[in-house]
């Protein structure tokens, strides 16, 4: 069998273009102003510098006004938090990110929860966590929200499904599990002390990897028929690559995630869409 591949740039490319749409209309209802998204980026990781401007360039190309914030490597929490605040009152911005990993000497838990929860776009702060966790209406984290959307487009019935995530992060695995329970998903997350991950894997009918280890997941991991989603980013001899052992799991699936052009475009339409409708919740049309 050769699994049926998910396109992330196509399912992204839908939701950036009604987006598009809604954002025009918007600015148009508030005399001119945009919707505004200000991204930080503290350090100069080369990888980190790509996302953050794969978001920029995408904010422009859908009527988002960006406010792109670059700060050295060696800038204080003081400084960092005096940002996070002048960006919070700022009001044409209507959506704050600030890119994780930030370098060690700072707290990203810390800097996220100083984002205001109106403006948390990355869905991560306290109050979006426990919105998420209790079934509340909110602004939820784009990668997940977008492998949501991906397992729609593949036509994957959750209700009852065995769901294995692999990996336990604020940034993904947990409020994946969130999105999954609230589609009536059977839940499993699994983690690097999982005694038996393998056979975890096995049971799972959606099998999920975001642990950023390239090539975990093997093909005889994966039940046949099973979907598979691979959330992992890493570089391989200067060449992206996921999770999983694309070539064989894609033998047993019957419909499977690439990197790139899976996951990674879908969480920057969740992340336009996100900064759309905090505009609108803060200008009172929501
Ligand atoms: N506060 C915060 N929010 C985030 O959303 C966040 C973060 N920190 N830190 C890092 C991760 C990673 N992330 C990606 C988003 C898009 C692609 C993406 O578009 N990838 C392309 C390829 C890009 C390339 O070629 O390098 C693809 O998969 O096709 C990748 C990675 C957001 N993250």
Redesign the pocket.
């Known amino acids: 069998m050769s699994a049926r591949i998910i396109d992330?740039?196509a399912v992204a490319a839908r939701v950036r273009a009604q987006v598009a749409t809604e954002v025009a209309e918007f600015t148009a209802q508030r005399g001119g102003t945009p919707p505004g998204l200000a991204t930080i980026l503290v350090g100069d990781d080369a990888?980190?510098a790509?996302?953050v401007g794969?978001?920029q360039k995408a904010c422009a190309e859908v009527g988002i006004r960006g406010f792109d914030h670059r700060l050295p490597a060696d800038t204080s929490r003081e400084d960092l938090l005096a940002l996070v605040e002048q960006l919070n009152a700022d009001p044409e911005v209507s959506g704050v990110?600030?890119?994780?990993?930030l370098p060690g000497h700072l707290d990203g838990v810390e800097i996220?929860n100083a984002i205001s929860a109106a403006k948390d776009v990355?869905g991560?702060t306290i109050a979006s966590a426990g919105r998420l966790a209790l079934g509340m209406p909110g602004l939820r984290?784009?990668?997940p929200s977008g492998v949501i959307e991906l397992l729609a487009e593949a036509g994957t019935e959750l209700q009852g499904a065995e769901c294995v995530v692999i990996g336990r992060s604020n940034?993904f695995g947990k409020p994946m599990a969130q999105l999954l329970l609230q589609h009536n998903a059977t839940v499993t997350i699994c983690h690097s002390r999982t005694k038996d991950l393998a056979a975890t894997c096995r049971g799972a009918d959606v099998l999920i990897a975001a642990v950023g280890v390239a090539h975990l997941v093997k093909g005889d991991w994966v039940k046949p028929g099973a979907v598979v989603v691979d959330v992992g980013?890493n570089r391989l001899d200067g060449k992206?690559t996921g999770d999983v052992d694309f070539a064989a799991a894609s033998e047993v699936a019957s419909a499977i995630t690439p990197?790139?052009?899976?996951?990674?475009?879908t969480?920057?339409a969740f992340?336009l869409r996100n900064t759309l409708e905090a505009a609108r919740a803060q200008a009172g049309v929501a």
């Open positions: 992330g740039k990888a980190s790509v996302y794969g978001k990110l600030c890119q994780l990993p996220t990355d991560l984290p784009c990668t940034l980013m992206l990197v790139p052009g899976g996951v990674g475009p969480t920057i992340l």
